[in-house]
């Protein structure tokens, strides 16, 4: 799947080695996302050499909130106060 590469509001897309190219395009902040990887952003001074940007795979940890606890406003609570002081980063209903 390919990345999705901005800059100064150019698009492009990675190929399938995760190369990308611009053409006559200045200087500004490089922004690459793909789904399942966390955003990156790096300043580019506009050298037509290569630039490297290395994405970190997005680590999803979930709990599951039951159709009791996602109804019932403590049960609910509770669970967001688990969340908020664990690794939890989403909810899965």
């Given at each position: 799947?390919?990345?999705?590469?901005?800059?100064?509001?150019?698009?492009?897309?990675?190929?399938?080695?995760?190369?990308?190219?611009?053409?006559?395009?200045?200087?500004?902040?490089?922004?690459?996302?793909?789904?399942?990887?966390?955003?990156?952003?790096?300043?580019?001074?506009?050298?037509?050499?290569?630039?490297?940007?290395?994405?970190?795979?997005?680590?999803?940890?979930?709990?599951?909130?039951?159709?009791?606890?996602a109804g019932d406003d403590d049960a609910f609570a509770a669970?967001?106060?688990?969340?908020?002081?664990?690794?939890?980063?989403?909810?899965?209903?």
């Amino acid at each position: 799947m390919a990345a999705n590469v901005t800059v100064n509001d150019v698009a492009t897309a990675t190929d399938e080695s995760g190369a990308f190219s611009f053409t006559a395009v200045p200087a500004g902040t490089v922004t690459v996302t793909r789904p399942g990887w966390e955003s990156a952003q790096i300043a580019w001074d506009g050298d037509p050499g290569p630039l490297e940007v290395v994405l970190e795979p997005r680590i999803v940890r979930a709990i599951r909130a039951t159709g009791y606890a996602a109804g019932d406003d403590d049960a609910f609570a509770a669970l967001l106060d688990l969340a908020a002081g664990s690794t939890v980063n989403a909810l899965v209903f």
